[in-house]
């Protein structure tokens, strides 16, 4: 081993697990959040800290013998402001700390390796080693068995087997080769035999670990369209009724001043009752909300490249999916028998057996199962025989054996074959031929010599449960499109067993794109998913476009989403991960209006009790005094951020329904819940403060 060889790096790296954050690192996170620099982000939240910062003056005032209402209750009032800051920013913490975890893990397993880089685009090119960090795009580095890939990049020589569960967390190698859709690499993966040449296509600091480490780093999350759309309404929430709390002291004073009775409403308690009145549940919970949501997606082993991407998929309209692979199995399977008059199955069934012998595609041992199934026939040796291998040419494989010339391929070429060697191709296969298609399977004929014995149906398989996912999209008023290669008779055969709304057949990337915009021209937003350089500018184009991970570079910089397990059918769970996203602000949004109107009857009555005596008829509630009512409603308004923070981070319970469905859902639970907590919450803690009272 040469001296530039030790030097190489071969530990591969370790993938993140979604761990959770210390509390002592989310209370200080709390703590380290209190600056304002970080307060002034949150509207809402800021008026809180403004708030807190005020009353704790007012307390020192009073300590000084000032005080416009009791030290200690103005002291309370004052902890329970910055009880409530710091609450909401734990919640922001704890989201945030999923993804920093992931992020530190990420970083410690990053490592510096050595890349052999080529002078010539070949095998046995002169080289000279560097390290990670000086490897730039464009540059050729050869990677051999137990070697490191040092960067991003695509194979332009050689095939080779991947370790991939650094990325994936799959233990399963994959096979990475030049050319085609599975050429991209990704920088920290470790090759397990032979080699290939990859030219790089990131720079130091810009590779696909790199971007990662970003995208998981909930602090750098952008804020979504929706998300300021909500934060634009609390704050015209906050400001409105900041006037309102600002322009109650000189209507108290006049009052007093008038009636010659009464007591002027205390700064303290308008401050209270400014905190009680403006939206600080969802104000302080929807940060987490939508930090949560990205850490649902990346467990979900996809990385989203911003939070705008998961809400669109939640707001998606259409789904474009391809056929093989996502709907189907992939491989299309032999399924029947169809032999021709006069020649009974089981001989059928054995010469497609023996023409399958040598055939290696998924298609051929299909074959060979079937067989086995119906009629117990298996495997032989073929001894001296001549296997004739599948060829693009002549569309045919079989074998050559004791006399006999068995064949087994397309239809037309089975055809010529059979007539070239003098025979007749049959009516009743013909026809055969015309309904296995019509059926959208495939049809490959059978023929011994120039004798035709039959056909072999080959059907694509449609993925079990597939058909009641789409049903679940339907019930969400999502459309389904299948797009496929085939031609389209298959195509809407499959559509039609599927239970797709629509296809797009012998599908082109034009086509695909041409599709997109149709349907984004008529108001709709669209998902599809893709791994090839041809599926590029249909990704670029659509609303939300998941890329697979074992696809080419082009694809992954095209999409949104890179899914790391290169699943075609994640897009269906992508959508459900945005739709609980959305699904969880709308609850918890509901939640908190409800819980607002709720407290109004708690805290307005016992604030201005003292100003017009009249409104202790509103004690609904039957509290104890003003001061425990405003106390009480307070340490509510606290606490209740502190009960709904694990279903900001869980998320609301993903069901398929309409959006009228989930609306009076959302009424009915969160709606009526939000206005019956705090009637029970704050009765509960005014009992408890009576005592102290």
């Known amino acids: 081993m040469s001296q530039n060889e030790t030097l190489l790096a071969t530990n591969p790296v370790t993938r993140p697990y979604a761990t959770s954050p210390g509390w002592a690192s989310v209370i200080a996170d709390a703590f380290r ?116 890939v040092p960067a991003d990049g695509e194979v332009v020589l050689g095939v080779a087997s991947v370790d991939e569960s650094a990325i994936t967390g799959e233990s399963a190698p994959v096979v990475r080769e030049s050319g085609g859709d599975f050429c991209s690499v990704t920088g920290g993966t470790r090759v397990l035999s032979d080699w290939i040449i990859v030219r790089v296509t990131a720079n130091p600091g810009e590779t696909f670990l790199d971007r990662m480490i970003a995208m998981v780093e909930g602090a750098k999350r952008n ?24 322009t109650l002291l000189p209507f ?41 949501g990205m850490s649902r ?89 001549q296997p004739v291998p599948f060829s693009a040419r002549t569309r045919m494989s079989g074998v050559d054996m004791d006399g006999r010339s068995i064949r087994k391929g397309a239809a037309s070429a089975i055809r010529e074959h059979v007539q070239s060697l003098g025979g007749i191709y049959p009516a009743d296969v013909e026809r055969s031929v015309d309904e296995v298609s019509r059926r959208g399977s495939t049809p490959l004929v059978v023929a011994d010599g120039s004798r035709i014995l039959g056909v072999v149906e080959l059907k694509d398989i449609v993925k079990g449960g597939i058909r009641e996912q789409f049903a679940k999209l339907h019930l969400m008023g999502i459309k389904t499109v299948m797009v496929t290669g085939d031609n389209r008779l298959t195509a809407a055969a499959i ?90 602000r709308g609850a918890l949004t509901t939640f908190s209006v409800a819980n607002d109107l709720a407290k109004y009857f708690a805290i307005i009555p016992a604030a201005f009790v003292a100003t017009y005596p009249p409104l202790a008829k509103l004690n609904v509630m039957g509290l104890h005094s003003p001061t425990s009512a405003i106390l009480s409603a307070v340490i509510f308004n606290a606490l209740i951020i502190v009960v709904l923070v694990p279903l900001a981070l869980r998320g609301v319970r993903y069901r398929a329904a309409s959006a009228q469905q989930l609306l009076w859902r959302n009424l009915l639970i969160y709606g009526v819940g939000g206005l019956i907590a705090p009637f029970v919450g704050i009765k509960l803690i005014d009992l408890l403060l009576t005592p102290f009272m």
Not at 324 to 332: D, E, F, Q, S
Not at 345 to 360: F, G, H, I, K, V
């Open 297 to 385: 997606m990346l467990k979900a082993n996809v990385v989203a490249i911003s939070g705008r991407a998961i809400e669109a998929a939640g707001d998606v309209d259409v789904l474009l999916l391809d056929k093989t692979g996502t709907i189907t199995l992939g491989n299309r399977e032999a399924s029947a028998f169809l032999p021709a008059t006069g020649i009974d199955e089981a001989s059928l069934a054995d010469a497609a057996q023996l023409a399958s012998m040598a055939d290696e595609t998924p298609e051929g041992r299909s074959i060979m199962v079937l067989a086995k199934q119906r009629f117990g026939l298996r495997g032989r040796s073929l001894g001296d025989s």
């Open 252 to 292: 108290s004073s006049m009052s007093v001043a008038l009636n010659g009775s009464g007591k002027i409403v205390s700064v303290t308690v308008l401050i209270a009752l400014l905190v009680c009145l403006i939206p600080t549940t969802i104000g302080a919970l929807l940060s987490a909300i939508g930090i949560a």
């Open 495 to 584: 559509a039609a067993e599927a239970g797709v709304n629509d296809f797009l057949a012998e599908a082109t990337p034009e086509d695909k794109l041409k599709l997109i915009r149709q349907y984004q021209a008529e108001g709709w937003l669209v998902a599809m998913t893709g791994d090839g350089t041809n599926d590029a500018p249909a990704l670029a184009q659509a609303d939300v476009a998941v890329a697979m991970n074992s696809g080419t570079q082009a694809a992954k910089e095209a999409g949104n989403m890179v899914d790391l397990d290169s699943n075609p059918t994640k897009l269906l769970q992508v959508v459900e991960v945005g739709k609980q996203m959305i699904m969880t």
């Open 223 to 246: 804020k979504t369209p929706n998300e300021i759309a909500l934060t634009i309404l609390l704050v015209a929430l906050t400001l409105i009724f900041l006037m309102v709390c600002a």
């Open 33 to 148: 959040k209190l600056a304002p620099q970080a307060q002034w982000k949150n509207p809402v939240m800021f008026v809180v800290y403004l708030g807190s910062m005020a009353t704790t003056l007012l307390w020192v005032r009073a300590l000084l013998g000032h005080g416009d209402a009791p030290t200690g209750f103005i002291f309370a009032i004052a902890v329970w402001l910055w009880f409530t800051v710091i609450f909401a920013n734990a919640a922001e913490a704890l989201a945030e700390g999923r993804g920093k975890a992931q992020a530190a893990a990420l970083r410690a397993s990053r490592q510096r390796v050595y890349a052999k880089v080529l002078r010539e685009p070949r095998f046995n090119s002169s080289w000279y080693m560097a390290t990670s960090e000086e490897v730039t795009a464009g540059m050729l580095v050869l990677v051999e068995a137990g070697d490191t």
